[in-house]
């Protein structure tokens, strides 16, 4: 059983920044990679940034020079560093994990957190 909890959403002016955190917790052996997505009303869920457990990151054109996504291993936690919002960046964002657990190592499962609402507006 493995749980993602998101945190740091709020509502932020255009040009201003937030941190989203997010903490998986349960019977982890290791977990491959964690991930922010969001999505906004009237479109599909799509992906802001990624990173797999040996370092490597994929971001979103849109948020290519405005995001940072890093793991802190010890905690099980992603974060992600957004700057210079803009209002199209209004979503709800969700943490998504690929884990091995323990009782199952050889097989990885994708989980999702219930999402954190960002919203950019003056």
């Known amino acids: 059983q493995v749980q993602l909890v998101e945190s740091g959403g709020g509502l932020v002016q255009p040009g201003g920044s937030l941190r989203l955190s997010c903490v998986a917790s349960?019977?982890?052996?290791?977990?491959?990679?964690m991930a922010w997505y969001r999505q906004a009303p009237g479109k599909e869920r799509e992906l802001v940034a990624a990173?797999?457990?040996?370092?490597?990151?994929h971001y979103a054109d849109s948020m290519l020079d405005r995001t940072t996504i890093s793991r802190d291993y010890a905690t099980n936690t992603v974060y992600l560093q957004m700057f210079r919002l803009k209002p199209e960046d209004t979503a709800v964002y969700y943490c998504?994990?690929?884990?091995?657990?323990?009782?199952?190592?050889?097989?990885?499962?994708?989980?999702w957190g219930q999402g954190t609402q960002v919203t950019v507006s003056s």
């Open positions: 998504n994990a690929n884990v091995r657990t323990y009782e199952n190592r050889r097989m990885s499962r994708e989980f």
């Open positions: 349960g019977s982890i052996f290791s977990i491959a990679a």
């Open positions: 990173m797999a457990s040996g370092g490597g990151t």
